[in-house]
Structures are given as C-alpha cells and as structure tokens.
C-alpha cells in the first residue's frame, strides 16, 4: 500500500482523475439494462482508491466542483420553476411538493428510528432519492456545526457511505416501481392512454393537423400537367401546409413567385409534410426525378419562445396567431423543453424558454423566429463572465447569515448558488442574448462538477468507509428502499384522486418528483409516446430545488 499512496501524495491531484476515469468507466457497465451511472461510480471508486492512499483533497476542491454543478442545475431549471408558477401548473408543483414533503418525512422518521445520526441520514436521504446535491448542501450544514475536524470527517465518511448504499436502488426501484406496480395501482394501459390523451389533445392524425408527432419535412418534384395550369399563388392556396420551392422550365430556373403562370412540363419542387406533399403533387401533376428542382436552398434554426403573446398557448393557438399567411414555407421540426423533445400535438401547451426547432426557406425562417422568440445565435459559445459573475454573487448571498429569535438561518454556499442558477437562467429566457450556454456545455459543466465533487467526497471518506458500512449497512439499505418507495406510493394516490391528473401526465410526474430522468426514459417507452414529459419538467424542476434545499433541514432534525 505504501507505494500507491506515496505516488498519490507526491501528485494528489491525480486521484481525483483516477476516480473519473475508472468511476465512469464503472458506471456505464451495464447489468440486465441497468448501469450504475458515472457519478455513482466515481463515488464507489474514490472509496477504494481513498481507503488504499488515504489522499484528502482541500476542501475547496469540493466547493468549487460542487458550485459548478449546482449552477448548471439552476440555470437549467429557472425557466420551468418559474414557469410552473401559474395555474395551469399548480397541479404538478402541488404534486412535486407533497412528493418531497414526503421523502423527507421518511427520512427523519426512519433516522430517527434507526439512530443513523446526520452523516448517515444525509447520505440516506441523497442516495435514496438520487439527489447528489443534497450530499452538498448538509455537508455545508455540517461544517457550519462548529464540530471538530475528526468529528466532521466522520460524519463526512458516513453521509457518502450512505449514499453509495442507497443509490442504486434509489434509480432502480423507481423505474421498477412506475413499470410494474404504478400501471396497475392506476388500471391503465400506457400506450392505449397515451393515445388517448394524444387524441385529446388535439388528434394527431386528423386530416389538416401540421403538428404530428414527427413532423416529416420532405421535398418531391412534379411535372405540371396542361390541365393543372395555375398560378404558384392561386396553387398554393389550395395546399395544406406544403409550398412550391423552385420552378425548373426549359432547364432554367423561374423564380416561385405567386404571379408566376406555371406552364404544362415544368418541373416543380414542393416541399412541406410527407401527406400534404403528396396531396399537392396530385394537384400538378406525376412525380419525376429531377435535382435541379430539388436542390432549393433551406434552413433550420433554433429559437427561444419569448413572445409574450404565445405563452401558455397550445400549438394550434400559436399557429392561428402568427397565421397561416405568414408560416408558407415554415415548418416546426421539434420542439423541447430542457432539453427533452414536447410531443408535437395540436393541444400542447408552449412556455417562457421552450425551444423550437423551424426549417424552411432562409428568410422565410428569420422572420418567423423573430415573431416567436429570439434565435439562437451563440454558435456554441458560452457566455463566461455572465455565468462567473452569477456563482460568485451566489457564493456571496450563501455566506450571509440572518438571525431569527436568535437562531442564525443561512442559505450556504450551495443554496445560494442554486438561487443565482434559478434568477439567471430565468433572466436568461426571458433575454437569451446575454448568458449563452449551450446545452453540450451545460451537460459538461454539471456532470464534470457533480462527479468531481463525488469523488473528492468519496476520497475524504475511504479511510473510514468500512468502519461506517459495518455500522449501519444492511439497515441503511432497507430503510433507502422505504425512503425510495414511499413517497412514489402517497404522491401516486394523490397526483390521481386528489389532483386528479391523467395517468400518463402522473407517471411523468412521478419520474420528475424523483428526479430520476432514466425512469423517464422508462415510461416513454412503455407509452411509445413522449407525452409523459409534459408531467416531467415541471416536477423536475421544483424537486431539484426543494430535494437539494433539504440536505440542511435533515440535518437541522435528525
């Protein structure tokens, strides 16, 4: 052991990576379709490469990681917690709340019980509800204890022992959980439901409908035909949803003007919806084989909902707003909500911050986006001084501490940097222009954090880790199926006879109240629809902040 740790104590530094490295490596290995994940497995490994070198790295190693992922966790969610505070969100924010109530409920009640004391609670209570944040939020609770430092490395040890016992079946029993039991309790059948509900909202297969589920942009070429002779604005009116791109005559271009008299031979390029192409072709002429009428340029741009008037409208709202006049040659190829794909039906409800994707002719798409939103024109780049700026001030609002009847209540480092991700994310969506940070970037910035605190958590730990396992191991491991279960039990019972929400709204609910995207990914499948994230991100987003606010309040009563 001895030449391991002095190599490690010569480069500590590189303990950390080793624990990335091998804790990712870990994580994606997979078991009957389950993986641990890569921050779980950084967590695992760092307790073995810590219990052989026995390196700790400072402590503001962890604060800086720990930050990073925080932030990233805020910003992402500001748009949606936000958001969800109105009413036609109440439901889910209502559901999220109870769900988190009860998880902590659960937790004090069991760690009580079983006398875990609040390292091992906290740990519970992170690793059962999958909420790696909350790790960081008690661990600032407890350096604010005015413990001694071997005191605090104990309970340090046994907050990431009970979160490496707890969190596997935090991630599976959730998703076996709202597979096999959630279904039957509700007496429904996912897919059949969520075909109804896509029904509902707005018929997804009805003649006329531009927002299917997939929404194939397509181009084909037709040879006119004498008795289809028409004019490209008076053909146009009679398409649904398609437009005629390019007119090939005598091997030369004519541009598709709407007084253009199309003429018997020419060769038109139409492009729009797979159905309304091919209804249009019907009305010129045979399709044929022609590049020069295909080869018509197009554009595709992202652009963030901000138009005032569009908010809280469904998808057929918003098309009878901006017209049918001004969306000719515009089509809507996708559209999400942090970062996870809206089902695209006539009924769906669009929000402050969701993204639509567009295609269609270049300067027919700008002027679209610009009636929307603001486009995307970050082009990759991150706005850093805008972000910095946000985590020092975030940093400087969790240092301050107000006294109440004597007893000093603080944010800490990580609250307060949570609240400046929530503002500036908000302040983001409403003003994309400033505070760029692209979807990949974000991804990096939270999972590189998270698993870099992780790890230096889970190195801190290792000397002390078997100690802690034999402490509390196998009831550690009952009481995280409890906390697990329990509150998907009451907020299931209560999302459907209290709240009354559609079955598959709930079960995308459920899945946000837990925090668990994986059991998401679950329940999509077993829906064969994307319809359960309309329950997901508002869920997601309030449980976020609430689960991760917790880690002092376990601490505070345990």
Sequence with gaps: MNGPSQIFKAAPEAALFIALAFGHALGRLKFRGFSLGGVAGCLVVALIVGQITGIVLP????????ALFIYAVGFKSGPEFFGGLNRSSLKLVASSVVQCATAFATVILLARACQFGKGFSAGLGAGALTQTAMLGTAGDALSRLGLEPDKLEQLSSQMAVGFAITYVFGTVGVIIFLRSFAPRLLGVDPKRAARELADELGGAFSAGNNSTRFVPVVARAFQVEAGSVSSVGELSKRFDRASIERIVRDEKLV???AEVVLQAGDVVGIAGRLEAVLEAGK???????NREALSFEAKAVTVIITEKSLIGRSLAEVRKLLGEENLQGVYLSGLKRQGLALPILEGTEVRRGDVMELVGRPEEVDRVAALIGSADTSEGRSDLA???LAIALGMLVGSLSVAIGGLPLTLGIGGGVLTAGLLFGWLHARCPIVGGLPGPAQWVLSELGLSAFAAAVGLAAGPKAIIAIQEHGIGLLLAGAAVTLVPLIVALGFGRLVLQLHPVILLGALCGGQTVAAALSAVNEDSASTIPVLG????????????ALGGPVIVALT
Excluded: D, I, M, W
């Design 255 to 257: 541009q598709p003007k």
């Design 536 to 547: 997901f991100t508002v869920t997601y987003a309030v449980s976020n902040v609430l689960l």
């Design 283 to 289: 009305l010129v002429g045979r399709e044929v084989e």
């Design 59 to 66: 402590e503001a190693v962890k604060g800086v990681c720990f």
């Design 386 to 388: 805008f972000h910095a």
